[in-house]
């Protein structure tokens, strides 16, 4: 039985991939996790306490990593400060969690030679024009535009000069816009949802041209498993499902699966330095590593997830009315 650490794992992503993990494989599972406002112990309700145990704390505080260090085979790394209107508004838990949180997980990792999979994202390669046939790949040049991206890129970096420089066992992932159960209310996709539930109008920012590259977060996890039992050390996989996707045309989706009008929303002030689109390539780690997405057709991934929202409002009912006022004051 492999023993696995899982940073962020009361997140959205990283609570996704505890329960696939738990599923899938025989391995044990310690999460660690700091409990921000984005961390949520409900999301892990109902696991095997014989394979599973939490432990609270924060990924720069070299005590309590070392500590766990010494008593793993291996690090899932999904703990981040994750939302870029955050990043816009405070800046600096990006640095602190991002940066300095990845460095003390990397010398951890170095000290005790243990496994670790950094979880990044496609933003690091900024943004492409929407009529630019051209998709990310592992080899496009980093140009992150937001405080959020630019700590991801910076923290990648740092991954692979461990690897280089000190000879850590590390792998990296960046992966797309994730959507599914356990996501915060303050992103786009369940922020949308539930405002539908309340009876609130969605808010579009800009002219909702925008475009994201959706993946259901079950495949985001079965290709981080299949990273970390078959990927190359020191290599870099792109993780996409071919879901690209104006922010207008989910928008009107959502509305149309809800039941509702699909022009019933309003756009709002558009985000400071939004990025246009972002697309993946996902070809290597297809034909490397033999992976595909279990959830091709976003159209009933998106209908599914509606409906684990619908059903579970004591789950996000906490974090809605003071997410709301943060936009509110912004004009958002
Ligand atoms: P999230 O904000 O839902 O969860 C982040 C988790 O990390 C929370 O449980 C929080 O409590 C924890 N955390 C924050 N700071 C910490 C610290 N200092 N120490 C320990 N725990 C801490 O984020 P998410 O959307 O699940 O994203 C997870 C990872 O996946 C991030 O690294 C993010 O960059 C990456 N990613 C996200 C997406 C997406 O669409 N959401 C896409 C690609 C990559
Ligand atoms: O109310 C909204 N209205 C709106 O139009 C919100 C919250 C967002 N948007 C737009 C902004 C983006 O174009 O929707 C798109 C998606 O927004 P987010 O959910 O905030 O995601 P994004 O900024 O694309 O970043 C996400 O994917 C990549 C995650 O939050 C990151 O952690 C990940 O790295």
């Given at each position: 039985m492999r023993k696995l650490l899982v940073t962020g794992g009361a997140g959205f992503i990283g609570s996704n991939f505890v329960h696939h993990v738990i599923d899938h494989?025989?391995?044990?599972?310690?999460?660690?996790?700091?409990?921000?406002y984005a961390g949520n112990l409900a999301s892990l309700e109902g696991?095997?306490?014989?394979?599973?145990?939490?432990?609270q704390g924060d990924i720069a505080d070299p005590r309590v990593v070392d500590e766990l260090f010494a008593d793993v085979d291996a690090v899932v790394h999904y703990a981040a400060e994750s939302h870029n209107d955050n990043s816009l508004h405070d800046p600096r838990p990006f640095l602190d969690t991002n940066i300095i949180g990845t460095y003390t997980l990397l010398e951890a990792a170095r000290r005790h030679g243990r496994r670790l999979h950094h979880i990044s994202t496609d933003e690091v390669?900024?943004?492409?024009?929407?009529?630019?046939?051209?998709?990310?790949?592992?080899?496009?040049?980093y140009n992150p535009s937001s405080p959020y991206s630019s700590t991801k890129a910076g923290s990648d970096l740092l991954v692979r000069a461990w690897v280089r420089s000190f000879g850590v066992q590390a792998t990296i992932s960046n992966c797309s816009n994730n959507y599914g159960p356990y996501q915060h209310v303050e992103k786009f996709i369940p922020r949308q949802i539930t405002n539908v539930a309340r009876g609130t109008r969605p808010k579009?920012?800009?002219?909702?041209?925008?475009?994201?590259?959706?993946?259901?977060?079950?495949?985001?996890?079965?290709?981080?498993?299949?990273?970390?039992?078959?990927?190359?050390i020191g290599e870099t996989y792109l993780?996409?499902?071919?879901?690209?996707?104006?922010?207008?045309?989910?928008?009107?989706?959502?509305?149309?699966?809800?039941?509702?009008?699909?022009?019933?929303?309003?756009h709002?002030?558009?985000?400071?330095?939004?990025?246009?689109?972002?697309?993946?390539?996902s070809t290597k780690l297809r034909t490397e590593l033999g992976w595909a997405p279990r959830y091709p057709d976003f159209e009933a991934g998106l209908a599914a997830t509606i409906e684990w929202y619908l059903s579970h409002e004591p789950w996000w009912a906490p974090a809605k009315d003071a997410t709301e006022a943060f936009y509110a004051a912004k004009g958002q």
């Open positions: 494989t025989d391995d044990h599972v310690t999460v660690l996790d700091k409990l921000t696991l095997p306490t014989d394979r599973f145990r939490f432990v390669y900024g943004d492409l024009e929407l009529d630019d046939p051209a998709r990310f790949t592992e080899t496009t040049p579009l920012y800009g002219a909702g041209e925008n475009v994201r590259d959706w993946i259901h977060a079950d495949d985001h996890s079965s290709a981080v498993l299949t990273i970390l039992d078959r990927g190359a993780i996409g499902a071919d879901g690209e996707k104006s922010n207008k045309d989910v928008v009107e989706l959502i509305l149309t699966l809800m039941g509702r009008p699909a022009d019933a929303y309003d709002v002030t558009d985000r400071a330095g939004h990025d246009l689109r972002y697309a993946i390539d």
